[in-house]
């Protein structure tokens, strides 16, 4: 079935640092994908998304870019910021052609953190 | 504008004891999903509801689970009886039928439920 791997985390940077968390998916047909962000008490808040093959997502700083070669979606930003820290989960639809629901398909999460 | 709002926010009950988690989902939204997170098993979808309609609970563990819908702006999930290993974060997601292809689910800030 379809899936995700994430990288282990915690992640520890130092402010301005250069993130990667890297995504990899196995999916039947032509997923989209996601990043979701939590921050701490919070809920899932949906960061960037790509639909289709070389499409990259852009937002607050944050890319990724949907590499149908490598079956990979690496969450990238090049400063990080004290308030970047939270976890980052990765996803995938679960596309279902008849309706125009998709399920989500969440990886583990990767847990970020990041000192002054 | 109000985001998806989760009572309570913390639970603390005895195993054996009934437990009902409540949410609202955001106003014009027509689905709404239901998600358990834990450390072990990640973020797991238990069921998700169209027009208040369940469509899928292949997700829901047990038959001790339950979820209702009675109307656009209400729905619970019932525990009972609940049992230690149900300690979780619950979180409650809408969504509208325009992002739903893309996705976009709108997460509320969970219900931390610990059963002791």
């Known amino acids: 079935g379809n899936s995700v791997t994430q990288m282990e985390g915690p992640v520890t940077l130092s402010e301005e640092a250069f993130l990667t968390i890297n995504c990899t998916y196995t999916?039947?047909?032509?997923?989209?994908l996601f990043w979701y962000v939590q921050y701490p008490g919070e809920g899932l808040q949906l960061l960037l998304k790509?639909?289709?093959?070389?499409d990259k997502g852009s937002n607050k700083g944050f890319e990724a870019t949907y590499r149908k070669e490598t079956t990979s979606f690496h969450l990238e930003k090049g400063s990080v910021q004290v308030s970047d820290s939270a976890v980052y989960f990765c996803?995938?639809?679960?596309?279902?052609?008849?309706?125009?629901?998709?399920?989500?398909?969440f990886g583990t999460g990767t847990r970020l953190l990041v000192s002054p | 504008d109000a985001g998806v709002i989760q009572s309570p926010r913390h639970e603390v009950t005895e195993m054996g004891q009934e437990v009902t988690l409540r949410c609202k989902p955001i106003?014009?939204?027509?689905?709404l999903f239901w998600y358990r997170q834990t450390m072990m098993r990640g973020l797991e979808l238990l069921i998700y509801?169209?027009?208040?309609?369940?469509?899928?609970d292949s997700g829901m563990p047990e038959d001790r689970f339950s979820a209702k819908m009675p109307n656009a702006s209400f729905s619970t999930l019932k525990i009972q009886p609940s049992e230690p290993r149900d300690s979780a974060v619950y979180f409650c997601?809408?969504?509208?039928?325009?992002?739903?292809?893309?996705?976009?689910?709108?997460f509320g800030p969970g219900t931390r439920l610990t059963v002791l």
């Open positions: 790509a639909t289709k093959a070389d």
């Open positions: 509801f169209n027009n208040n309609v369940p469509i899928d």
């Open positions: 996803a995938l639809s679960d596309r279902r052609m008849n309706t125009g629901f998709q399920k989500l398909v």
């Open positions: 997601a809408s969504s509208s039928s325009t992002e739903i292809k893309y996705n976009e689910q709108f």
């Open positions: 106003s014009g939204h027509d689905y």
């Open positions: 999916a039947t047909g032509y997923p989209s």
